[in-house]
């Protein structure tokens, strides 16, 4: 049987197939993004490998909202200029990047980490439901923008949530459906989000 020998050491190709398990790359990317950052090792590398360990060092969960940065409240929930009236409900920090990135939305966001979903056994216990009521009953908050995406499973959880919250003296709104149905916010461009934000409408 002939030996074909390794063509990369195997610190590169874990590096590699590191790479290769993030969302959107495959071997073939991850392969590619590796030569780049190889050849470009002050520039691409050495920035790269900074940038991760100052990351990984301060990585926390907003206790308020639940987005990912590195401060504890977020940057989102700590900045003065942000209407604290307006509160923005989506299901992952994925969405609440690709809603806040588009600079689109004034108010402040919850994080639910989830969506409702009775094939995989989601309850309204699993996701951030009762800290959200929280922040409501403590005031201060005169609409709530429902934010899931427009699958089964987030309008399952929109719902959910509509019905908890109509006894509560907040305005209650969603996303216009001028979204596809089965699109995911962090799929979606500027424009679509724009458009849904602007024409968002009572649930209910």
Known sequence: MPYFPAMASPEIEALTQALARLPGLGPRSARRAVLHLLRKRESALSPLLRALEAVNDRL???HVCGN???TDPCAICADPRRDQRMLC????????WALDRARLFPGRYHVLGGRLSALDGVRP????????????????IDEVVLATN????????????AERLEDRP???TQLAHGLPVGGELDYLDE???AQ???ARRPLG
């Open 60 to 62: 926390a969960e907003c």
């Open 68 to 70: 990912v940065d590195t």
């Open 89 to 96: 409900v989506v299901e992952e920090v994925a969405d609440l």
């Open 125 to 140: 216990e699993d996701l951030s439901i009762d800290r959200l009521l929280a922040r409501i009953a403590a005031g201060g």
């Open 150 to 161: 427009a699958t089964l499973e987030g309008q399952t959880t929109a719902h959910y949530i």
């Open 170 to 172: 907040v305005r209650v």
């Open 191 to 193: 424009g679509t989000l």
């Open 196 to 198: 849904a934000l602007r």
